[in-house]
C-alpha cells in the first residue's frame, strides 16, 4: 500500500461558460466530467460524496475532486464513506454542531490514506461493483414484490378479481364484529416491547426487553399468535403487524389497537393495508401532524367479507407474498453486511 494525500485540483468557479440567456446566476457553479469525485462539503460526514457518471455542472455546494493519474476515482469514493474515513472527516470539519459541519478542501486535501498499485485498485472496484450490482437486483425484485403486493390488495378488495370457484358477494361487516378489539389481559412479569417505531410496514423489526415495573405505561397490549396490531396513530403509514410467533411474553403499545380476529388473520392484515379502508380511517382521524383514530371510530369502520374458505385462500396468498418479501429484504441485509465486512478488509 501507498500513502496518498488528496491533493487534487478543484474546477475553479471562473472557468465556467454561461449556457443561457437567464437571469439565473451560475457564476459559482462547478464543471464536473465523467469519472470526477463530487462531495457536498455540508454532508461529507454523512459519506455525501460519488463518483459522477455525467459531463455537467454542479451546485458551490459541491466541491469536485479531479483525479490525478494513478489513481482510480471509484476505488477512493468507496474509501470515502468507510466510517473510519467519515471521523477523519469529522475532525476535519468546521463548526460547533452536526448541522454546521463543513469540511473546506484546504483541509480535506491534507488527509492522507492508503492505496495500492493502480492495477489493484481497479480490482478492488471490480468486486466491490458486483456486490452492489447484487445490492441492487435484490432490493429490485424486493420492490417488484411490494408493487406486485399492492397491485393485488386493489383488485382483490374491490372484487376486481376472485379466484376460481367463488362468486358469492362478499358481505358488509364492521370491523368491531370480525374481531375482538383489545382483550383484557396480565402482563408478565418480563416481556419484549414493541413500540410504534417496531413496526415498519408489515413486518418487526425490532423489540426491547423489559420488566413489567420499568415499562413504560403505554406497555399494554399482551400479544396472542393471530393477533393483528393496527397502529391507529399515524395510520396512513400502514405500519401494522400479524403477530404469528409462537410466544406469550410480546407487549406492545397502546399506539396499536389490539385485534383478535374471528375472521381470518392474513385476510384482515391485508384488508387494513388497501386503500379505501385507510382513506375511511383517515376521514375519522383527528389531528394533524400526527392524526390519530380511537377505538371506537375504528370498531365502526365496515368492510367487506367472503366465505372462510376464500379468506383462507387470499390470506395465504398474502402471506406467501410476505414471506417472499422477508427472504429477499434478508438476502439484501446480508449482501449489504458482507460489502462492509470486504470494505473493513481491503482498506485497513
Request: contains cysteine; glycine residues 4%.
Given at each position: 500500500?501507498?500513502?496518498?494525500?488528496?491533493?487534487?485540483?478543484?474546477?475553479?468557479?471562473?472557468?465556467?461558460e454561461r449556457k443561457d440567456?437567464?437571469?439565473?446566476?451560475?457564476?459559482?457553479?462547478?464543471?464536473?466530467?465523467?469519472?470526477?469525485?463530487?462531495?457536498?462539503?455540508?454532508?461529507?460526514?454523512?459519506?455525501a460524496s460519488g463518483v459522477?457518471?455525467?459531463?455537467?455542472?454542479?451546485?458551490?455546494?459541491?466541491?469536485?475532486?479531479?483525479?490525478?493519474?494513478?489513481?482510480?476515482?471509484?476505488?477512493?469514493?468507496?474509501?470515502?464513506?468507510?466510517?473510519?474515513?467519515?471521523?477523519?472527516?469529522?475532525?476535519?470539519?468546521?463548526?460547533?454542531?452536526?448541522?454546521?459541519?463543513?469540511?473546506?478542501?484546504?483541509?480535506?486535501?491534507?488527509?492522507?490514506?492508503?492505496?495500492?498499485?493502480?492495477?489493484?485498485?481497479?480490482?478492488?472496484?471490480?468486486?466491490?461493483?458486483?456486490?452492489?450490482?447484487?445490492?441492487?437486483?435484490?432490493?429490485?425484485?424486493?420492490?417488484?414484490?411490494?408493487?406486485?403486493?399492492?397491485?393485488?390488495?386493489?383488485?382483490?378488495?374491490?372484487?376486481?378479481?376472485?379466484?376460481?370457484?367463488?362468486?358469492?358477494?362478499?358481505?358488509?361487516?364492521?370491523?368491531?364484529?370480525?374481531?375482538?378489539?383489545?382483550?383484557?389481559?396480565?402482563?408478565?412479569?418480563?416481556?419484549?416491547?414493541?413500540d410504534l417505531e417496531s413496526?415498519?410496514?408489515?413486518?418487526?423489526?425490532?423489540?426491547?426487553?423489559?420488566?413489567?415495573?420499568?415499562?413504560?405505561?403505554?406497555?399494554?397490549?399482551?400479544?396472542?399468535?393471530?393477533?393483528?396490531?393496527?397502529?391507529?396513530?399515524?395510520?396512513?403509514?400502514?405500519?401494522?403487524?400479524?403477530?404469528?410467533?409462537?410466544?406469550?411474553?410480546?407487549?406492545?403499545?397502546?399506539?396499536?389497537?389490539?385485534?383478535?380476529?374471528?375472521?381470518?388473520?392474513?385476510?384482515?392484515?391485508?384488508?387494513?393495508?388497501?386503500?379505501?379502508?385507510?382513506?375511511?380511517?383517515?376521514?375519522?382521524?383527528?389531528?394533524?401532524?400526527?392524526?390519530?383514530?380511537?377505538?371506537?371510530?375504528?370498531?365502526?369502520?365496515?368492510?367487506?367479507?367472503?366465505?372462510?374458505?376464500?379468506?383462507?385462500?387470499?390470506?395465504?396468498?398474502?402471506?406467501?407474498?410476505?414471506?417472499?418479501?422477508?427472504?429477499?429484504?434478508?438476502?439484501?441485509?446480508?449482501?449489504?453486511?458482507?460489502?462492509?465486512?470486504?470494505?473493513?478488509?481491503?482498506?485497513?
Amino acid at each position: 500500500m501507498i500513502s496518498v494525500t488528496i491533493n487534487t485540483g478543484v474546477v475553479p468557479a471562473s472557468s465556467l461558460e454561461r449556457k443561457d440567456n437567464s437571469s439565473s446566476d451560475k457564476s459559482n457553479y462547478k464543471i464536473v466530467r465523467v469519472g470526477d469525485i463530487a462531495y457536498n462539503s455540508m454532508r461529507m460526514w454523512q459519506g455525501a460524496s460519488g463518483v459522477s457518471p455525467y459531463n455537467g455542472i454542479l451546485s458551490p455546494a459541491y466541491t469536485v475532486i479531479i483525479p490525478k493519474l494513478g489513481v482510480n476515482s471509484e476505488f477512493f469514493a468507496y474509501q470515502f464513506k468507510l466510517m473510519k474515513m467519515i471521523q477523519i472527516f469529522q475532525r476535519n470539519s468546521q463548526g460547533l454542531t452536526p448541522d454546521t459541519w463543513n469540511l473546506k478542501f484546504s483541509q480535506l486535501k491534507k488527509i492522507t490514506s492508503s492505496a495500492p498499485d493502480l492495477d489493484e485498485q481497479r480490482k478492488i472496484v471490480m468486486f466491490l461493483k458486483k456486490i452492489d450490482d447484487l445490492i441492487v437486483a435484490n432490493q429490485n425484485r424486493s420492490d417488484m414484490l411490494k408493487q406486485l403486493k399492492k397491485a393485488y390488495i386493489q383488485r382483490i378488495f374491490r372484487q376486481k378479481m376472485r379466484f376460481k370457484g367463488y362468486s358469492a358477494l362478499w358481505k358488509g361487516h364492521k370491523l368491531g364484529e370480525v374481531a375482538q378489539f383489545n382483550p383484557k389481559s396480565i402482563l408478565p412479569k418480563s416481556f419484549e416491547y414493541v413500540d410504534l417505531e417496531s413496526v415498519v410496514g408489515t413486518e418487526m423489526i425490532s423489540h426491547q426487553a423489559l420488566s413489567r415495573e420499568g415499562a413504560p405505561s403505554r406497555a399494554q397490549r399482551l400479544a396472542k399468535k393471530g393477533d393483528v396490531f393496527y397502529q391507529t396513530v399515524r395510520p396512513y403509514q400502514r405500519n401494522n403487524y400479524l403477530f404469528d410467533i409462537d410466544a406469550d411474553n410480546y407487549v406492545f403499545s397502546t399506539g396499536y389497537a389490539q385485534m383478535r380476529p374471528y375472521c381470518n388473520s392474513p385476510f384482515l392484515l391485508a384488508q387494513i393495508q388497501e386503500d379505501e379502508f385507510v382513506s375511511k380511517v383517515l376521514d375519522r382521524s383527528t389531528g394533524t401532524s400526527y392524526p390519530a383514530i380511537n377505538i371506537h371510530d375504528l370498531e365502526n369502520i365496515k368492510i367487506n367479507i367472503p366465505s372462510v374458505e376464500e379468506q383462507i385462500k387470499i390470506g395465504f396468498l398474502f402471506q406467501t407474498i410476505d414471506n417472499l418479501l422477508k427472504e429477499q429484504q434478508s438476502k439484501v441485509c446480508k449482501l449489504k453486511e458482507l460489502k462492509k465486512a470486504y470494505l473493513q478488509q481491503m482498506f485497513i
